[in-house]
């Protein structure tokens, strides 16, 4: 009841009105703890790779401003999810002190800082860069917020496959704001990021089980077993090996990428295979660093090799798709 | 004039403690410089693009 109304009809006192109207406690950093800059800068790095591999020349102010526009994008996103998902972080170590679960930011204030976000993340990359990128943006805030966050996560141990394409989508989104649309190289970069994510996740599932299972989310260490979780980790390093491999097996990339990419490839399936060997916390959480890194270097040395021009050294196979 | 706001507050309302007066300064702080950064960055892109600003392909 409004207070006029109230305080009209003379039944209430003034104090339970003020006593709904609790100041928040948010600092800041709450706020940009929501959302999650680590995460954001990872979506920073593979959105730069798009923008840096793409051809033709995009002005650096342009470039930068798609990037601050993924970056808030990515970061809406982020809020959304931890809005959403305040009951199970509530419940997990690893998550229980996030602004939302620990009190000092309030649900509804999370929700409306993450569609504002999102919105004028959207609108500015439509109206200053191109509609291809802005809508790609769209669809992968979304994709994570919706279809992974909502849908997914609760419900299917595929959900980190599929919500995969989430964390995929950026390069595509850098690709897109330089040339207004979507080349073989955004496609590849998405198959890595794509192929990656569940070897990554699911290393980092195998250390946190019985918290997904208190907090009731099927990841697939919880329904299908850690022994078959080990499994899987193994099958899709496997098959991220020759992907990692692929730009420079199609002629985008240079041969400095190509060893980079072979060796990597073999570090992450021989970890992967120790951990399938002899499972422990230690193996999966070398598993998980190692994952991190592998992303970080091949992505550093793919674009390192533009800038310095050193493509040329790839193999031809791709050149007949030029 | 509204009955609610003839009414004077007999109370003296929502008194914020030290530590939430500088929370609030602090999130007061951010937004200033996100709106300043903001304009920066809005500017910047409206000087590169020159008069074609909202043109943008697909």
């Given amino acids: 009841m409004s207070l006029a109304r109230e305080t009209a009809a003379g039944t209430a006192p003034l104090r339970s009105e003020i006593a709904y109207a609790e100041p928040s406690m948010a600092g800041a950093s709450d706020y940009l703890a929501l959302m999650k800059p680590r995460v954001m800068s990872l979506v920073v790095f593979t959105a730069l790779a798009g923008l840096v591999l793409a051809p033709g020349h995009m002005h650096p102010v342009l470039a930068f401003f798609s990037l601050v526009c993924i970056a808030v994008g990515a970061g809406a996103a982020g809020v959304l999810n931890m809005w959403y998902d305040a009951d199970i972080d509530a419940v997990m170590a690893r998550t229980m002190d996030r602004p939302i679960p620990a009190g000092r930011v309030k649900p509804g204030e999370a929700l409306a800082f993450g569609m504002v976000l999102a919105g004028f993340s959207v609108v500015f990359l439509g109206l200053m860069i191109n509609l291809l990128a802005a809508g790609l943006l769209a669809f992968t805030i979304f994709f994570y917020a919706v279809v992974y966050t909502m849908l997914l996560k609760r419900w299917t141990p595929q ?29 590849l970069l998405f198959l890595i990021i794509f192929f990656w994510t569940p070897p990554h996740f699911w290393a980092l599932s195998l250390y946190s089980v019985e918290e997904y299972r208190r907090a009731r989310v099927p990841m697939l260490p919880v329904v299908s077993g850690v022994e078959e979780t080990r499994r899987q980790i193994l099958l899709y390093s496997v098959l991220l090996t020759p992907i ?49 890194v592998y992303l970080f270097v091949l992505f550093a040395v793919l674009q390192a090799e533009r800038v310095l021009g050193l493509q040329q050294f790839g193999l031809p196979f791709g050149r007949v798709f030029a | 004039m509204s009955l609610a706001m003839d009414l004077q507050p007999t109370e003296p309302g929502i008194v914020l403690i030290a530590e939430q007066k500088r929370r609030r ?20 892109v409206s000087l590169v693009k020159g008069p074609g600003v909202m043109v943008r392909p697909l």
């Fill in chain 2, 25 to 44: 300064r602090g999130r007061s702080i951010a937004i200033a410089l996100a709106l300043l950064a903001f304009v920066v960055l809005i500017f910047a």
């Fill in chain 1, 244 to 292: 990692g491999a692929l730009p420079w097996a199609l002629g985008t990339a240079g041969l400095i990428y190509g060893a980079t990419a072979i060796a990597g490839g073999a570090l992450m399936v021989a970890l992967a295979f120790r951990l399938y060997r002899s499972p422990g916390k230690r193996a999966a959480k070398q598993m998980f660093g190692f994952s991190i």
């Fill in chain 1, 159 to 187: 959900n980190i496959v599929i919500g995969g394409a989430a964390g995929a989508f950026p390069p595509m989104i850098g690709w897109a704001a330089a040339t207004g649309g979507i080349g073989l190289e955004a496609i």
